[in-house]
């Protein structure tokens, strides 16, 4: 089966400073990789999905994701956090060619002004 | 923008008691499906539907859970009789299922407390 593996539950960051958001996967064969976020008390977002193409991926709000095989990851970036960016982080997984996605346990991000 | 739509946001319901949970999906998305989210946790899958047909309901605790999505269109989600660790967020999501990466959209969710 395969699953996410998110290291950090709570992450804290200074305006302006970088953000890293770390996840691990667990597949035989490079799967589809999503990262979603969440604010309080609504739904999921996409961010952003990897599918084989390139393997840096660009996302929404200034986000990015590269996929690296060698290390099963697909680690979340933003060069400057801004405080719009605090909510919580999903890394997910999908089998190709299957419509089931798995998600991780989640990162909340902090921004301090 | 098309969204996916729930209703209602907030629920209170005593144990016991039964309750049901809507979801109106993206126009022309075949693919919905429901999850519960604990709080402080991911999203966890009860059920999924491609068109009105059941393809994954292997974690939905079908003693007291259902769903159904007639017409293929939108969906209920019913819990009768509810418990206390029924508590959580209750998302729904939809998606066109594309060969590209069958990425989900979210509606707002509801919360339900069971008091």
């Known amino acids: 089966a395969q699953s996410v593996t998110q290291l950090g539950s709570h992450v804290s960051v200074s305006e302006g400073a970088l953000v890293l958001l770390r996840c691990n996967y667990s597949?035989?064969?490079?799967?589809?990789l999503f990262w979603y976020v969440q604010y309080p008390n609504q739904g999921l977002q996409l961010l952003l999905k990897?599918?084989?193409?390139?393997?840096l991926v660009k996302g929404i709000n200034g986000f990015e994701a590269e996929f690296k095989k060698s290390e099963t990851s697909f680690h979340l970036t933003k060069p400057s956090a801004h405080m719009s960016d605090a909510a919580e982080y999903f890394c997910a997984v999908s089998p190709r060619g299957y419509q089931k996605v798995t998600f991780g346990t989640g990162t909340k991000l902090q921004v301090i002004p | 923008e098309a969204e996916v739509a729930q209703s209602p946001r907030y629920k209170i319901t005593e144990k016991s008691q039964a309750v049901a949970f809507w979801c109106d999906p993206i126009?022309?998305?075949?693919?919905l499906y429901w999850y519960r989210q604990i709080l402080g946790q991911g999203p966890e899958l009860l059920v999924q539907?491609?068109?009105?047909?059941?393809?994954?309901d292997s974690q939905l605790p079908k003693d007291r859970f259902s769903a159904e999505r007639l017409k293929g269109v939108d969906s209920t989600l019913k819990i009768q009789p509810a418990e206390l660790g029924d508590s959580a967020m209750y998302l729904c999501?939809?998606?066109?299922?594309?060969?590209?990466?069958?990425?989900?959209?979210f509606g707002p969710g509801t919360r339900l407390t069971v008091t």
């Open positions: 597949s035989s064969v490079p799967p589809y």
């Open positions: 999501a939809s998606s066109p299922g594309t060969r590209s990466g069958y990425e989900q959209y």
């Open positions: 126009s022309g998305h075949a693919t």
């Open positions: 539907f491609q068109d009105e047909s059941v393809v994954d």
């Open positions: 990897y599918t084989s193409a390139a393997t």
